[in-house]
């Protein structure tokens, strides 16, 4: 079956812009996670989401956002943007939050600001 | 809070030597912990999980053993080969109020050469 999709994979932006990234789950899986890869900060978790509802959300200011469809996709979104956000944005899927569910992911958008 | 700390490197290796990259959590309880595997221009994929202490995750080779103990899960495998250079992350997830959000280490870069 097919694996997480996101679009776009590449974007460029400059300060100030927003941006909106999507993230398709694997058929079935209800539970999306999203993540910022930088090489100064590593892996961080931003936001999870569980049936159109935020479960959890990470340490990162109100201009980043999220939200899910009835369909279980996700999108993120993030405005203002400054050339600190510049970074792998990695979308994870799994059937339902747990901690032995196994979270699938993405290929990522890479997100470059100006 | 929860956490996990993992060698760094850069690490560089023959082909057919032996690998170990240490990995060393921080968490409430005995959470699930996760080795994932990176490929340069693609998401992070699942290599192997161990659920339980003692347990002893496996996969293509690579294996990890969780260790209450010492709070590591430190991954090995015995003949790397050139297809394994990657980069690798160990990871653990959150339980209770972080139900299903993973914490990961900085990741270790693997380069084998032939």
């Known amino acids: 079956k097919a694996g997480v999709t996101q679009t776009p994979r590449y974007l460029i932006k400059t300060r100030g812009q927003q941006v909106t990234l999507s993230c398709s789950p694997i058929?079935?899986?209800?539970?999306v996670s999203w993540y910022q890869q930088t090489p100064g900060q590593g892996l961080q978790f931003l936001f999870e989401?569980?049936?159109?509802?935020?479960?959890n959300k990470g340490n990162f200011p109100g201009r980043f956002s999220g939200r899910q469809f009835s369909n279980s996709r996700s999108e993120m979104n993030v405005s203002t943007l400054e050339l600190g956000d510049s970074a792998l944005y990695l979308c994870?899927?799994?059937?339902?939050?747990?901690?032995?569910?196994?979270?699938?992911f993405g290929p990522g958008t890479r997100l470059t600001v100006l | 809070g929860d956490s996990v700390t993992q060698m760094e490197g850069p690490v560089t290796l023959s082909e057919e030597a032996f690998l170990t990259i240490n990995c060393t959590y921080t968490a409430t309880g005995y959470p699930s912990l996760f080795w994932y595997v990176q490929y340069p221009g693609e998401g992070l994929q699942l290599l192997l999980k161990?659920?339980?202490?003692?347990d002893k995750g496996s996969n293509k080779g690579f294996e990890a053993t969780y260790r209450k103990e010492t709070t590591s899960f430190h991954l090995e495998k015995g003949s790397v080969q050139v297809s394994d250079s990657a980069v690798y992350f160990c990871a653990l997830v959150g339980r209770g109020s972080t139900l299903g959000r993973l914490y990961f280490g900085r990741g270790t870069q693997l380069t084998v050469w032939p």
């Open positions: 161990a659920t339980k202490a003692d």
């Open positions: 989401y569980f049936s159109e509802t935020q479960r």
């Open positions: 994870a899927s799994s059937l339902e939050p747990g901690s032995d569910n196994e979270q699938f």
């Open positions: 058929s079935g899986h209800r539970s």
